[in-house]
């Protein structure tokens, strides 16, 4: 009973992604295929990836919103290389990934060191981050590229109507990564004692310091790699990219069933919040006739949904307890 109610939100995420999924197809023919299934996974891939980092910050208890500057800022950083200098893809990406893990390993020291808020501090971060990106170009930037054509071109076949785009794979291998440094290392260990309590975890011998730093690192790391993920998808750079896609990272792991409060949660929740996240705006493409502004209205109501899930279960815990 109590493996049932720690993963109550684990498997409520699960059954409404299958509602919707289900009543898509029911609805709009042809949206039960390989294609829209690779599609959920590759149009969603730079969110996807941004949502996993933000998944392990926020067991800590955690915050951060700089994660969509982070992507804008690696994108046209990685675009302009690429484009304006000549640089070569690699080593575009090792200095975006570079500055990405440096900027949010900073922002990880200031949170522990001065005890200062992890939301201003993220903040403060965002906006260094977005200014950053403009300082460099203040305009699209199209990358041209062999690797980038063979990249956008390469697809892995897993049946006759299923291929996964490069983006897609590499959310997966981001997914399995976190899933694993999440649930079965002391790291992820570390992070989940930190979000429960803090105090307790510094009583028990966990780095609290280092593994904060450490999160706030991985982040930003994952944040620049969306970046470029988001130039694989795109072929451009556009210090605008990611306006607001903080917003979206944080709805996909709550609705993924991870406590927005810190020390519960999954990584493969976050990962069917994606799935919903798409599902519901592929479904508004089907559709056709329904505005896109509906997916943040339905997204909404999810997220006021799972919240209040959360402190109905927080309550049978405590109740319990």
């Known amino acids: 009973?109590?493996?049932?109610?720690?993963?109550?939100?684990?498997?409520?995420?699960?059954?409404?992604?299958?509602?919707?999924?289900?009543?898509?197809?029911?609805?709009?023919?042809?949206?039960?295929?390989?294609?829209?299934?690779?599609?959920l996974l590759a149009d969603n891939a730079f969110l996807g990836i941004a949502a996993i980092g933000m998944t392990l910050v926020i067991f800590s208890g955690g915050i951060d919103l700089s994660v969509g500057a982070v992507v804008g800022f690696t994108s046209i950083l990685t675009a302009t290389l690429v484009t304006g200098r000549g640089v070569t893809p690699a080593v575009a990406w090792a200095i975006g990934l570079i500055l990405g893990t440096a900027l949010g390993a900073f922002m990880g020291a200031l949170i522990h060191v001065f005890r200062l808020p992890p939301f201003l501090t993220t903040l403060a971060g965002m906006f260094l981050a977005r200014g950053a990106g403009f300082w460099i170009n203040t305009e699209s930037v199209g990358i041209t590229h062999p690797l980038y054509e063979r990249l956008a071109n390469f697809d892995l076949p897993l049946g006759e109507s299923l291929h996964l785009p490069a983006a897609a794979l590499l959310l997966l291998a981001a997914v399995g990564l976190a899933y694993v440094a999440g649930h079965y290392t002391r790291f992820g260990r570390a992070l989940l004692a930190i979000g429960g309590n803090e105090q307790s975890a510094l009583l028990m011998g966990v780095p609290v310091g280092l593994t904060k730093i450490a999160v706030y690192a991985l982040n930003g790391f994952c944040a620049a790699l969306a970046g470029i993920v988001a130039t694989l998808y795109t072929g451009s750079g556009n210090p605008s990219m990611g306006i607001g896609l903080e917003l979206?990272?944080?709805?996909?792991?709550?609705?993924?069933?991870?406590?927005?409060?810190?020390?519960?949660?999954?990584?493969?929740?976050?990962?069917?919040?994606?799935?919903?996240?798409?599902?519901?705006?592929?479904?508004?493409?089907?559709?056709?006739?329904?505005?896109?502004?509906?997916?943040?209205?339905?997204?909404?109501?999810?997220?006021?949904?799972?919240?209040?899930?959360?402190?109905l279960f927080a309550r049978g815990v405590g109740a319990r307890g």
């Open 1 to 39: 009973m109590s493996a049932l109610r720690r993963n109550l939100p684990l498997l409520s995420t699960a059954a409404i992604f299958c509602a919707l999924f289900a009543t898509a197809s029911f609805f709009y023919p042809g949206f039960f295929s390989g294609r829209v299934a690779a599609s």
């Open 248 to 311: 979206d990272a944080i709805a996909v792991v709550v609705i993924g069933g991870t406590l927005l409060s810190g020390g519960r949660g999954h990584v493969l929740g976050s990962l069917l919040g994606l799935l919903i996240f798409g599902t519901i705006q592929a479904a508004i493409l089907f559709d056709g006739r329904l505005s896109s502004w509906w997916m943040r209205i339905v997204v909404g109501s999810l997220l006021l949904g799972f919240i209040l899930l959360q402190r």
